[in-house]
């Protein structure tokens, strides 16, 4: 089976969102989906804490910039569940390297104000922030990641960062949906179920808001978005795996197609040399 790498990233505008999703990565806020008794384990390479990141956001950002411009670029940049668990601690440490190497190359050196390798959820993924702040002092997240065109060359270049590792770039093209690494590592962790049972005291109406002499409960159509997505959230690690799977199907039919076609190239070749000793 294939092992990809995978590489997501979120634009940040407002000092308040960076902020945000600052202390998430420095488990400086409740973080449900993390294994506290593993968080030891985090390990950070530029600053320290989300006040030293905020500080170097700071420094970078022009005094003149538009109200709704991108202040930050959130990456999320990790590998398939399986090669994890074959990789060496010499691999994985090179992979986490060779990810924020890319950055550097990308944005710049000074530009990753953060960058926090996360051991403590499902996943191993490094987590990494940047000042999207152009040669020339502009702030243009459009100029480094705007347009599909942009996307799929950092996908193939990140890809062929880390290929020595053993992993391959997605499938280009793929419309396979695109969703944060966490929420879908979360769904491959739920495991596969062949059903989803919905017990009868579900389908009784819930309590939404209790006061002194009044109570509002769900309605019909609160029920019914409840319940589905209590089924969606059971076969969530279902459909990410059958996901996975036919990314795999489709590759090896790639693959198929080419050695067909190799093989029909060499025929022709060898064919008038036939009977001859």
């Not at 002092?137 to 053993?166: C, H, N, P, W």
């Not at 989803?196 to 389908?203: K, M, N, Q, R």
Request: aromatic content about 6%.
């Amino acid at each position: 089976m294939a092992n990809y790498a995978i590489m997501r990233c979120k634009k940040l505008t407002g000092m308040g969102s960076v902020a945000s999703a600052l202390q998430h990565c420095y488990r400086e806020r409740e973080t449900p989906n993390a294994n506290a008794e593993r968080t030891p384990e985090n390990y950070c390479s530029v600053s320290e804490s989300t006040d030293q990141a905020m500080g170097r956001v700071r420094e970078l950002l022009p005094e003149k910039r538009r109200k709704d411009a991108v202040l930050a670029v959130e990456y999320v940049m990790t590998a398939s569940p399986e090669w994890w668990k074959e990789a060496t601690p010499q691999q994985q440490a090179e992979f986490f390297a060779r990810s924020e190497q890319w950055l550097e190359k990308k944005y710049g050196k000074d530009r990753v104000v953060a960058a926090v390798v996360h051991r403590d959820e499902a996943t191993p993924h490094l987590s990494a922030f940047v000042v999207p702040l152009t040669q020339d002092g502009r702030l243009s997240a459009k100029e480094f990641i705007g347009g599909r065109s942009k996307m799929r060359e950092d996908q193939s270049t990140y890809a062929e960062s880390v290929k020595k590792l053993g992993l391959e770039r997605g499938i280009e093209g793929s419309r396979a949906t695109h969703q944060t690494v966490q929420h879908y590592y979360e769904s491959i962790n739920r495991g596969t179920r062949s059903q989803v049972s919905i017990s009868p005291e579900a389908l009784e109406p819930r309590v939404l808001r209790k006061g002194i002499f009044t109570k509002d409960v769900e309605d019909q159509a609160a029920i019914a978005k409840r319940l589905s997505q209590a089924v969606n959230d059971g076969f969530a690690g279902t459909v990410a795996m059958a996901s996975q799977s036919a990314q795999n199907a489709k590759r090896a039919r790639e693959l198929q197609k080419t050695m067909d076609s190799q093989q029909k190239r060499l025929q022709s070749v060898t064919e008038p040399f036939k009977g001859l000793s």
